[in-house]
Structure formats: C-alpha cells, structure tokens
C-alpha cells in the first residue's frame, strides 16, 4: 500500500527507489514534500453519520441531561469534516446555536482543507435524515449539482487545525466535555495507542466522554477511562 501510493511521487521527481524519495522528503530542499507524503499516506475514509448509535448516545445520554455554559467537542481525527458537521447538527438540534463549539483535527493539510470548504457529494449521504439536509446544507445547482454545502452559520461553530495525536497537545487546546477519536487507533501499535489515548484523556472535563470505534477497544490500552458500553468511555 505504501509503495503503491508512493508511486506517483517517485514518477513526479523521476526517481527510481524509495530511498532516494524519502531523502528528498526529509530534505530541506523540498519543504513542503513531507506533507504531501503524509497527505498520501494517511486513509481518511469517513462519511456522516457513521456508526449512528454514538450520535444516538451523544443526543440522548450525553446532551439532553446536560447544563452548562459551553459545550465543547473534540473530532480529534476528522478527516474531510463530516464526523465534525454531524455533531454540529446534532448540537444544534438540541442546543441550538448557543453554547456549543467543535474543535476537529487532523494530521492530513489536504483533507482540512476539504472540510474547512464543507463541500460534499450528495450521493453518499445514507445514514442523514434528510429533514438535517434541508435545514443544515445547501444544495448545488448548474455547475454545483450532486454537491451540498454545509451553511455558513455551522461551518462557523466548527475550527479546524492540524494536531499531529503523536505530538504534545497544543497549549492552547483547553478541555472537551467529548472527544470522538474514531476510526485512527486501528493505525497504532499497542504503546503509541496507549500514549495518544492517555495524552487525549488528560484534555477531557471530569465525567468527559471519550468515544472510539466500535471496530476498536481500550482493552489493555488505559485505566484512566471507564467503559460505559463497547466504543464509549468515560473519565471519572
Ligand atoms: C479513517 S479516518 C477516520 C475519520 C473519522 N474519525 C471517522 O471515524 O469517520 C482516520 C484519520 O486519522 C488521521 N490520522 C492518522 N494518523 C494521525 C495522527 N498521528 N494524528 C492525527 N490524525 C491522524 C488520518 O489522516 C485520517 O484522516
């Protein structure tokens, strides 16, 4: 897989080994080249509304109960932004458009850059209800047709930045009633999953919720969070 994605990068430079590409990279010569092999490298598979039941648990068990002055979330692998714009449709569902903020990250440039823009195609939109479509997208016609954007006033509750899980966290971050860390600790091996999930828990309030993928666990990996049910954690 690796060797397969590279490939079009050591075509690009005419280069004949994957040694020679990754010097290149390294090099200060090539500044913007590591990025782009990162971009390449990363899989940022995601759609909305994946694995319902937590948005169904986050509306529910989490939101409904919950008062207080700022609701803050933390998509800490979002991807092209959906996992991030359905929260914010959920949040805005059941707060309104007070109260509520998203942070969402990733370590791709390139697919920031496709959620910051909240630009998608209509047709893989299976798990939406189409009432959140019509009151939360706009619609692309002429040249636009098949695409939605979402509207301005949810993109403007969502920041997007680079957070790289395997460095420190930025100072600046603050604390996360939530974090969704889904769908990225399948990349890990066990001590880095320990690391990132330890390092992410010490960003989540008391009592935060921290949810991963129903395909993943925390078995072995922490004890500073407390399993509620499969994929959904909690700190004490
Ligand atoms: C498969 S996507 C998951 C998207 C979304 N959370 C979901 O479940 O649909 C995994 C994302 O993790 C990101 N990622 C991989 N390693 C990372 C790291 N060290 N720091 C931050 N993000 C990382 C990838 O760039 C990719 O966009």
Not at 91 to 104: D, K, P, S, T
Not at 131 to 150: A, H, I, N, P, T
Not at 151 to 161: A, G, I
């Amino acid at each position: 897989m690796v060797a397969s994605r590279l490939a079009k990068r050591l075509d690009y430079y005419h280069l004949d080994n994957y040694g020679d590409y990754y010097a290149l990279a390294t090099s200060a010569d090539y500044p913007h080249e590591f990025q782009m092999m990162v971009n390449i490298l990363t899989t940022n598979e995601t759609y909305f509304f994946r694995e319902p039941k937590h948005f169904e648990f986050f509306r529910d068990t989490i939101l409904k109960p919950w008062r207080g002055d700022n609701f803050r979330v933390w998509s800490a692998a979002s991807s092209t932004g959906e996992e991030a714009y359905s929260l914010a449709m959920v949040l805005a569902e059941n707060l309104g458009m007070r109260n509520w903020e998203i942070f969402a990250s990733d370590l791709s440039t390139r697919v920031l850059d496709i959620a910051r823009q909240g630009v998608y195609l209509m047709d893989r939109l299976d798990h939406m209800d189409k009432r959140l479509l019509d009151k939360y997208c706009l619609k692309g016609v002429r040249s636009q047709e098949g695409f939605f954007r979402v509207d301005t006033k949810l993109r403007s509750r969502v920041k997007f930045d680079q957070v790289n899980l395997m460095n420190p966290l930025p100072p600046a971050l603050g604390k996360f009633e939530v974090i969704f860390l889904r769908n990225v600790l399948i990349y890990f091996d066990q001590d880095t999953k320990k690391h990132v999930v330890e390092r992410l828990a010490k960003a989540l309030k008391p009592g935060g919720y921290f949810i991963i993928s129903h395909s993943e666990s925390l078995h072995r990996v922490t004890d500073q969070l407390q399993m509620i049910k499969p994929s959904i954690y909690r700190k004490p």
